[in-house]
Structures are given as C-alpha cells and as structure tokens.
C-alpha cells in the first residue's frame, strides 16, 4: 500500500458540517496526493510513483441564498496516467473540477422537482462531511468516458499542436518516429 507522508491533511481530519461551511460562506483549500484518491484510480492503468505523488490541488468555497439555498463551489486538477483509446498507449491526463453542487439536508430532498434548476447536481449536507471524499466523487464524475489523447503521437505531423507551428515546416519532413521522440522530450 501507498504509505501517506508528507505536508498534507490526513484525510480522516478533512471533515466539516457542510451546510454549516455554506452557510458561512467560509473557503477551504488544500493539495493531496493522487495516491489519496483510490477510488478515482479504481480500473484504470497501474499509476507509477511520480504520479502517485503528484499533486491534487483543490478548493472549497461555501455559498448560501438568502432563500435559505446551500451551495458548495468546487474547484479541483489531478493528473493520472490513463490509456487513450485510440491508440492503446498510456498519457497523463488532465482532469479539472469546477462544479457548484448544491447541499440538501435530507436524502428526500435529492429528487425535489419544485426547484427551478434541475441542472444542478444535489449532495446531502451532512455534519460529518468528507471534503476529499467529495473532492474525489467530483474528480470520478469529470474522468473521460473514453479517454483519448488530443493527438496520438502516431498521428500526422499537420495535426500538430497550435504552439508548433513555427516548427511545422521542419516537423513535415521527419518521420513519424523522430516526431515521437520529440514528443516524448516535451
Ligand atoms: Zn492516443
């Protein structure tokens, strides 16, 4: 198992009265590890220790209405290795968070239909609270269905990134396996 060391809360410590935390309008930030975050790696490839180790930034900030509505703006980005499937090979994906979730305070409430937005993903908002085991429901929720490289490294060279293009003419001429060195460099 990953042991957790380091300057991060422990994860057990990260529990907060949600309605209360919106209520007051109150802010939360931390960086975990992506090794925190077990669930989230649950099936895909076997993540190795530098991506383990990387960092999950995240964020927390509490909002209320004064129709006595409870919200939870989240903001978070982690990077795990994740095999594209178009061409089968493993990349670092970025994954980004930015959800505003709306806390309830009962399970009966999760499927009222007398709120006027319906788009808006509801949560009960207990007083024991996980904010990382929220920070990783809404990592899961923003993984692609179908993860896939922007371009495949196998891919033509005119499909080239938009801050290659001063290299393009160069890039044109060399083969496909000069193109992936260089990719690999970067
Ligand atoms: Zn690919």
Not at 133 to 148: R, T
């Amino acid at each position: 198992m990953f042991s957790l060391t380091g300057k991060e809360q422990p994860v057990s410590e990260s529990l907060i009265d949600a309605l209360g935390f919106a209520r007051a309008g109150s802010f939360l930030q931390g960086q975990a590890r992506l090794g925190q975050f077990p669930r989230m790696l649950e099936g895909q490839l076997a993540q190795p220790k530098a991506q383990l180790e990387g960092p999950v930034n995240w964020a927390l900030q509490g909002e209320s209405t004064t129709s006595g509505r409870y919200f939870l703006h989240v903001t978070a980005q982690a990077k795990p290795l994740l095999e594209c499937q178009r061409c089968l090979q493993p990349f670092v994906c970025s994954i980004n968070v930015d959800n505003r979730v709306e806390l309830v305070r009962t399970p009966d409430e999760l499927d009222t239909d007398d709120l006027d937005d319906n788009s808006v993903e509801r949560i009960v908002g207990s007083k024991r609270f996980s904010v990382l085991g929220f920070v990783e429901d809404e990592l899961i929720l923003a993984m692609p269905y179908v993860p896939k490289h922007e371009q495949c490294p196998s891919e033509t060279p005119d499909q080239a990134d938009r801050s290659a293009r001063s290299e393009e003419q160069e890039t044109r001429r060399q083969s496909p396996f000069s193109v992936l060195e260089q990719l690999k460099k970067n």
